[in-house]
């Protein structure tokens, strides 16, 4: 999955695949998580959040079951 840069302290890049509804994060700290059942519309506004902290804390860590990958 391709990622694309957050300008975010907390994150460094996140990548969405809309046919397997997965937002894949990267953290500052080098770990990845993936979040099932996403829909494109939330990861697009996570990616292009304001406040991506705020976004990820709000609607996303909440909200979906994460995955580690590394």
């Not at 959040?49 to 804390?57: E, I």
């Amino acid at each position: 999955m391709e990622r694309k840069p957050i300008h975010s302290s907390q994150f460094k890049s996140a990548g969405y695949d809309p046919d397997k509804r997965i937002l894949e994060i990267e953290f500052s700290t080098g770990s990845v998580l993936q979040f099932g059942g996403v829909s494109r519309q939330t990861a697009d506004d996570f990616m292009r959040a304001s406040s991506p902290q705020s976004f990820y804390r709000d609607r996303i860590e909440e909200e979906y079951t994460a995955t580690k990958v590394k």
